[in-house]
Structure formats: C-alpha cells, structure tokens
C-alpha cells in the first residue's frame, strides 16, 4: 500500500504538482486525426492536464493546438471561424494563422496601424505533431521539448493501425495499474469453466484451437508469476503461467513513461495493442487505445470488430463515451454472470473500466493488501514515483526523456520449456531483452508544427 502522502503524488497530475510537472516533459495524445477530418474543419476542444486548449487544421492540412484565448479581449476561439489560411475570432474579427501570427485587425483603420498591431500580437500555440492517426501535444518548457517517441505504431502507414480513445470517470493511475496488471485476466475477463466451450474470452477475437488453448492456460492458472526488467524508458514485465507439461506461457506487458501500456496478448504475427491513459483532471482522463501489426495490414473485419468492441477497444459514441459506462452499470446482465461469464459485462474495456472506476474516483491505496501477484503494480508505483521526486527535488529529468529509440517496443505472448529464464525468453521471442522492434519499415511522412 500507498502512504496517503505518496497517493496524491501519484494521482495528482495539475499544473505544479510534481507528477504534473513530470507528465509535461513528454508528448501526450490530445486527440484523434479523425477528429479534424479536412482542412479547414470547424475547431475542437481539447481539455487534458487541466489545460484548456483549441485544435485546428489550417487549409494545407496541418494540425495546431493554440490557445483557445483571443489576445485581443479574451473570446473562446472555439467559436472562431476556420477560413483560409487561419482561424477568425467572432467577436472583432482577429484573425490568426497556426503559428499564432496576427494576420488581420479588421477593428483598425489601413492606414499602417492594422499591419503594427498584426506585427505586435501573437497567439500562443503548443508544439504539434500528428503520427499514428493521433495529434500529439507537448505542454512543457520548448527549451527542452523531447523528440518525439519511437513508439512503432506512429511509424507505420495507417492501414497498419487502427486507434480510438474513450472517456473514463477516474484518475488515470488506477486504470494504468489495471493495464499492467495481467494476474487479473484469469478471472476479470474470461467465461466460467463450464461454459468454455460455448463463451470465448473477449481478447481472443479468432476463437482458434490455439485461442482455446491460451484461455485454458490461463484459466487454469491464476497464481502468475513474474519477472521484471528495469530499463531507462520503462519496465518489461513478464508474467509466466503453467502451459503444457514442460512448458510455461509468458505474457509480456510494457510499461512507457510516464502513462503508455501495452498488452501481453500477441504471439508472433498477432496483431499488438497498447493504450495511453492521459489525464483530463484528476477524477477523469481519456484512454488512447492503438492496435498495430507491423507484418500486414489490418483486415477490414479485424477493423470492425475493433470499432464494435473488440480485444482492449471499447464500443464509443460520436463523443468518444462508451456505450456501457457508470451511468447504466455497464449494462450489467446478473443472468450472463449467474451462467457465463464472471462480470455479466460485455467487453474487456469495459470489464476493466467497471472494476477501475469502483475503486473510487481516486483509489485509495492506503488501504490496499498487496501480495506477489502485484508485484508488477508495485514495481511501477516506485518507478513513476521516483521520477516525479527527482525531478522536482533535483530537477533532474528521467532518461526517457532523452530516449526516443527505447519507445519502439513490442508486446505479447510466448511459449516455451520451464527452464528458460525470462531474459531468454524475451531474446527467444522478439530477438533481444526488451523487446525492441530492431528494423524499422520506411517511415511515412510526419507533420511536424511548433
């Protein structure tokens, strides 16, 4: 457990809290392309790390965060109007392009004094870049902006990804240790015993021999033990359960500072999922949830089953709010849970986000009775939690800071004889210890704004 002092350090993600300050040194999703699906699209909101922002996409197709604030008497540029080559405020017609350059003064007479005030005025914006079919925001110091990371689905082309986010009533380090947690897959998610052959556990959306194979491991095996690597980035961590005699199925998760996960699901050519959690305040946050195959491109029916709910996706409206949320109990079905399943709750996200979000809007860890099966959460706690204290006791950034390349890493399943020690089996798997995606495919082009 948490001392109550070491919660709100890990819970607290404001503008000069400690945590805050850490999650500001590293590129944050802020919202999906599609969300400005053509140029000159009308504005969206854009609210995470308690600040309050505007995205545009200006006529050549760039995406820009800016301020939502007009210099000139304070209006909500959410209601300005996207024209050509800016945005326009609608109070007095200030107009501004995405560098935050004053083009227009429409107020002043054109007698030199309109071109004056243009040259005098400009609009805060935020480095911009959009990868991954995601916009990415970076809200810290720029003297020290980071390059961008090298997670391998922002550089693959598109029709190798599929992306989507939800929104979640909690804070996000509850549904960030969820992520990581892979003990609880042998319950949380899978259909009761007698049922396994009519009900398929969730994640394993090809219903094979080979994915009844991998339910039963896992079912039959609840005490997971786990092994875990410490590198400048993050953490690998491992969890081995009993498979065929002799042999042990592994699922490696990764752990990305400060707030990226990915799954323990794939075997060799399974298509990867990860999930960034980034905080709205500190009782909600959005969930950015990516599926990539580096091999292939994503199939259509993979893309659908994907949009409907599939593996760690959840079924969202055009708000991006999941259609079973808090507000009707995830739709819970008492009958599906008396004969089938654990939860009687339809979806992986949303098993997760149901458990995650009965922990309270902000857990209380100070209360918890941890045992080896968390020792995965634990190993997390301290790492996030002694990056935050160095940083605002020494000022010191964490070394993943200053290492793009250790983002471009890969997740999933593995099985292999009992004997082999997990750093070999990591090399067995994905060819090196920490799973690194070793060649990269050409990449596509990025856009790149500051």
């Known amino acids: 457990m948490l001392s109550a002092q070491d919660n709100r350090l890990l819970t607290e993600t404001g503008e000069g809290t400690p945590m805050g300050h850490l999650f500001r040194f590293f590129w944050q999703p802020a919202l999906l392309s599609e969300e ?47 024209e050509e080559g800016g945005i326009r405020c609608v109070y007095h017609g200030w107009k501004f392009d995405a560098d935050g350059r004053c083009l227009d003064v429409p107020t002043l007479p054109d007698n030199g004094q ?71 897959f042998s319950f949380l998610h899978l259909p009761i ?54 042999d042990t199925y592994w699922r490696v998760s990764q752990f990305l ?11 060799p050519g399974e298509t990867m999922h990860g999930q960034c ?30 949009r409907t709910g599939a593996s760690i996706h959840s079924e969202v409206d055009e708000n991006y709010m999941p259609f079973r949320n808090k507000a009707n109990d995830f739709l819970i079905d ?14 992986v996200s949303e098993q997760d986000a149901a458990i995650q979000i009965s922990q309270g809007l902000i857990a209380d860890r100070t209360k918890e009775h941890l045992n080896s099966s968390d020792i995965g959460v634990v190993q997390f706690r301290r790492y996030i939690l002694d990056a935050a204290r ?25 099985v292999c004889s009992d004997k082999i020690p997990f750093e070999d089996v990591m090399v067995e798997r994905f060819g090196n210890k920490l799973g690194l995606a070793t060649e990269l495919p050409p990449q596509p082009t990025q856009q790149v704004a500051e």
């Open 193 to 246: 015993d007698k049922n396994r052959q009519q009900a398929k556990g969730a994640e394993f959306v090809g219903q094979s021999s080979a994915d009844e194979r991998r339910l039963q491991w896992i079912r039959n095996d609840g005490a997971v033990r786990f092994s875990i690597i410490s590198h400048e980035a993050g953490l690998v961590l491992g969890g081995a359960r009993h498979a065929d005699p002799g």
């Open 114 to 184: 309109r071109q004056k005030m243009c040259e005098k005025i400009t609009l805060d914006t935020y480095p911009t870049r959009e990868a991954g079919g995601m916009i990415w925001v970076y809200l810290g110091p720029k003297e020290q902006m980071p390059e961008f990371p090298e997670l391998e689905f922002t550089q693959l082309p598109l029709n190798h990804v599929f992306v989507t986010k939800k929104y979640q009533e909690s804070n996000w380090a509850q549904a960030c240790e969820g992520g990581l947690d892979t003990a609880h």
């Open 334 to 347: 008492r009958v599906d849970q008396k004969h089938k399943s654990f939860t009687g709750i339809k979806g």
């Open 36 to 82: 400005l699906p053509e140029p000159d699209c009308p504005p969206r909101r854009v609210n995470i790390l308690n600040t309050y922002m505007i995205a545009i996409r200006d006529s050549s197709g760039r995406a820009q965060l800016i301020t939502p604030v007009c210099p000139h008497r304070g209006a909500d540029l959410f209601f300005g109007r996207v």
């Open 277 to 306: 959690w980034v905080p709205i305040d500190d009782t909600s946050h959005w969930i950015f949830t990516y599926s990539w195959n580096p091999d292939r491109p994503l199939g259509v029916d993979e893309v659908k089953r994907f």
């Open 257 to 267: 500072m400060p707030n990226h996960g990915l799954a323990p699901n794939a075997l």
């Open 390 to 414: 160095v940083l605002d006791n020494e000022g010191l950034l964490p070394a993943a800071h200053s290492h793009p390349e250790l983002y471009r890493l890969r997740c999933g399943s593995h």
